[in-house]
């Protein structure tokens, strides 16, 4: 909400002295999140004149229109000016506003005298966006009066300071200068007139006069319809310079009269407002729900498909309106409109807004109504609207239709001490009362017990935690105690949290970056994944009101993710990258019915069960990419790549890291590359899978050549862990080294023949390490040697060189038997 501060001025009576500045520090310390204060063309340095067109000649010799105009600034600017412009908007007569060399525009523009399509081109005729004040740029700025010479900066609205608040969802009273104003008064303790109370003065409609007539068909969504009837209203006339500088000051652009006033209306007090064109409308105009197929065009061009959840506008001749959203193309007013119908309305917050997500269709009004707009508001702001359009559009009124439910505003009970008691600090009760009564509620007071109904522009006061909220927040959230809580002792973190945290900092130390991902994905990344059907990881969690149609499932893997942050940093220049993610991911499916526990007290046994049964599987897991270059190349020599084998030594590192004991075997996956890819198991089940990324995945998210990944249950792996790591025994005796070379068939495995050769030399191996791969002629065809470093120790003797030999016998027959390994060269 952009909110003009001379606006404000207006509406409170605001101390003098008090800069913006301060005026906004206010706000923020109430409780409303100013983001910035901004100065309206803060960026001109310099003055500019009010100019009058005296003469233009038409130079048809270039490729597109360009006109050489006589501009009068007066005695200040030097008389008449000769100056280029290309604009085609406005004629001989016409006030404009003029730049003179040496003004500063906005973005640092010098304005200078300069030779230009055969003449000398002394100042420019501004346009909006050039002077920074909106984005309009379909032609020059043309005012509706000035005396040449005079300075143009006050008349259109430049050095105007503004407010930009960011409104949350249960204030949006605030989405209105009436509603800030309010704030400030309060802050300042000064009196504050409503303008939300005052009725316009209006003509008394003649005794024939007919209104259009209303209704509401459903009260439960338009508790309240009224509908303001003008004819004869002048749809050339302007709307005045001052309205036309506060919209666009406040962020919206001037349209027309009719559009601009409710517009204007709906700044000040809140209420939205819609004119409809007289002369379109058949018979009674009323709020009713949309027949299902029903279909309707907006304003915006766009044909919706309509159904019995949403609350439309209608008259005898079909839909001319989404209610609180948007009105429909084929009743608005347009530039031949002299008969006017003032719609002002109060619609329920949930229906707007359920319509406005399912339509995807969000509009100042609907932000509004969504939010909650003052029950009793509507008649005050159609009258002021009409008012408006009566005054510079002429016209006669005719009068005002309504339909309205009953409204019996709530009444909250709360004790007076309970604000002081939740804050922690004394608030005395008429201080209590005073505050609550300021905000616009009524309160009975009767032996320490308040009664207190919520004013109609506050629907987000509903219990007593509410009022408690608004006491503290204007007593000040700076008053308030700091204690800081104290932990029970004995308690850290847990063995999960230790161990993720301790793999977070050793793959860091290693070189790779921790990132975070949205836990979206659409059906996009799950096809690029290659991923079949009936894959866990092609498990869809879908969301109720997903953040993007295009991603409307939660993840059941961390690859989408990471390959994404992958892409994206591989394409703005990165050469090299090692990213990994912890994180939840969501597997299986959400199936069955919610109970609805009481708000009143903690879910029971049963419920917290059949809640968490609905959930699907939600494991924690680790997802690594290294991709592109593992060292740059420089002086010593050529780069060096990732590859496959980096990741599994990774798993390998984690593994080490948690104390978990793991076995790494080939795997076929279909995200990865054929004889590239492995499965990570531990205690006899898969946990994981690492490899070289399928070159059909590479091309499709656009990766670089040979990257590779690994994702890995982390749960699983930590709950392998042991609780207690003994540090290991080092033997001061030496060790014996053995080395020895097999030769097995091209299908086996480096980690069947490592396990075998392990479990055969028993207790006394202290490490196994493979150190070379061979094939060629020494070998049989479809058979390669696999050479490994083998070293025994005794924690409490020198090995014998018997001993050694029966223990590296027992690794060679166990190879054998298990995998038909040989020793080569026998």
């Known amino acids: 909400m952009r909110a003009p501060v001379s606006w404000l001025r207006e509406l409170v009576d605001i101390p003098a002295g008090q800069s913006s500045r301060d005026i906004a520090a206010r706000l923020i310390r109430a409780g409303l999140e100013v983001e910035t204060l901004e100065t309206i063309g803060g960026g001109v340095a310099g ?59 906005p973005g640092g523009f010098k304005i200078s005298s300069r030779e230009t399509y055969g003449h000398t081109s002394a100042g420019m005729i501004c346009s909006e966006r050039e002077l920074a004040l909106s984005e309009e740029h379909d032609g020059i700025m043309v005012l509706p009066a000035g005396t040449p010479g005079a300075e143009a900066g006050p008349m259109i609205g430049l050095g105007e300071e503004v407010l930009d608040i960011a409104v949350t969802p249960d204030r949006g009273y605030a989405l209105s200068l009436r509603g800030i104003a309010r704030e400030l008064a309060i802050s300042y303790g000064v009196p504050f007139l409503d303008p939300g109370l005052k009725v316009a003065e209006l003509a008394a409609p003649g005794a024939n006069a007919v209104p259009a007539q209303c209704g509401s068909e459903d009260f439960a969504a338009c508790a309240l319809f009224t509908l303001r009837t003008i004819v004869g209203f002048d749809p050339k006339a302007p709307a005045p310079q001052w309205m036309k500088q506060r919209l666009t000051a ?21 209420q939205p407002l819609h004119a409809f064109d007289l002369d379109k409308l058949t018979g009674e105009v009323r709020a009713g729900w949309a027949k299902p197929g029903s279909t309707f065009e907006t304003l915006d061009h766009v044909t919706r498909k309509l159904g019995p959840e949403d609350l439309v506008i209608l008259d005898d001749a079909g839909i001319i309106g989404l209610a609180g959203t948007m009105g429909g193309l084929d009743s608005e007013i347009d530039a031949d409109t002299t008969n006017i119908a003032i719609e002002a309305a109060h619609f329920a917050a949930n229906v707007v807004a359920r319509m406005s ?92 017990q308040l009664a207190v109904t919520p004013p109609p522009w506050r629907t987000d006061l509903t219990d007593s935690a509410d009022l408690v909220e608004e006491v503290v927040r204007l007593v000040g959230y700076d008053l308030l105690p700091a204690t800081l809580p104290i932990a029970a002792a004995g308690h850290g973190l847990s063995k999960a949290q230790r161990l993720r945290r301790r793999i977070g900092m050793v793959l860091a130390a290693r070189g790779s970056v921790e990132v975070l991902s949205y836990p ?52 703005r220049g990165l050469s090299g990258l090692s990213i990994f993610e912890l994180g939840s991911v969501f597997q299986g499916e959400c199936v069955g019915t919610a109970p609805r526990p009481s708000v009143l007290m903690r879910p029971s ?29 420089g002086w010593w020599g050529p780069a060096q790549d990732h ?101 097995v068939a091209d299908a086996v495995t480096v980690a069947a023949v490592t396990q075998a050769l392990r479990a055969g030399a028993g207790d006394l191996l202290e490490s196994i390490r493979l150190f070379d791969i061979y094939r060629g002629p020494q070998v049989p065809a479809g058979h390669c040697s696999m050479a490994f470093a083998l070293r025994f120790r005794a924690p409490d003797r020198t090995l014998a060189a018997d001993e050694t030999a029966i223990a590296r016998q027992g690794a060679i027959d166990r190879a054998a038997a298990e995998c038909g390994a040989v020793i080569r060269g026998t």
């Not at 010799?61 to 008389?79: L, M, S, T």
């Not at 076929?668 to 054929?674: I, L, Q, W």
Request: glycine share 10%; hydrophobic share 45%.
């Open 47 to 105: 003055a500019l004149y009010v100019g009058k067109v005296l003469q233009i000649d038409e130079l048809t010799e270039f490729k597109k229109p360009i006109r050489w105009c006589q501009v009068d600034v007066g005695v200040a600017g030097g008389g008449v000016r000769g100056i280029i412009c290309g604009a085609q908007n406005f004629v001989v007569g016409d006030i404009v506003v003029v730049a003179l060399p040496g003004t500063v525009l």
């Open 250 to 270: 406040a962020g919206m652009r001037p349209v027309s009269l009719a559009v601009d006033v409710t517009n204007y209306v709906m700044l000040e007090l809140g």
């Open 357 to 448: 997500r399912r339509h995807k269709l969000s509009s100042e009004a609907s932000r509004r109504f969504e939010r909650g707009v003052d029950r009793t508001l509507a008649p005050y702001a159609s009258a002021l609207a009409a008012a408006l359009l009566i005054e510079y559009g002429g016209g006669q009124y005719v009068g005002m239709t309504a339909v309205e439910a009953p409204y019996e505003p709530g009444v909250i009970k709360m004790a007076a001490v309970e604000p002081g008691a939740v804050a922690g600090l004394p608030i005395a009760d008429d201080t209590v009362i005073t505050l609550l009564e300021a905000v616009g509620c009524e309160v009975l007071s009767s032996g320490g």
């Open 520 to 571: 979206f994905v659409g059906e996009s990344e799950l096809a690029d994944l290659q991923l079949p059907e009936g894959d866990i990881r092609r498990s869809k969690v879908r969301l109720a009101n997903p953040l993007s149609d295009e991603q409307p499932f939660l993840r059941a893997s961390l690859l989408p993710g990471l390959l994404a942050t992958v892409r994206r940093n591989a394409g």
């Open 605 to 633: 046994a049963e419920e917290w069960l059949a809640l968490t049964g609905l959930l699907p599987s939600q494991p924690v897991h680790l997802g690594v990419i290294l991709a592109g270059e593992r060292e740059a190349a």
């Open 643 to 743: 590859g496959f084998q980096d990741a599994i030594q990774l798993v390998q590192v984690i593994a080490d890291t948690v104390g978990a004991l793991i076995t790494i075997e080939q795997l076929s996956d279909p995200v990865f590359h054929p004889g590239r890819c492995a499965a990570i198991k531990c205690l006899g089940g898969s946990i994981g899978v690492v490899g070289e990324l399928h070159p059909r995945v590479i091309q499709a998210w656009s990766l670089p050549g040979r990257s590779s990944a690994l994702e890995l249950d982390l749960d699983a792996i930590i709950a392998a862990a042991p609780d207690l790591r003994s540090a290991p025994e080092v033997s001061v005796h030496p060790v014996a080294k053995e080395d020895l070379a097999v030769v």
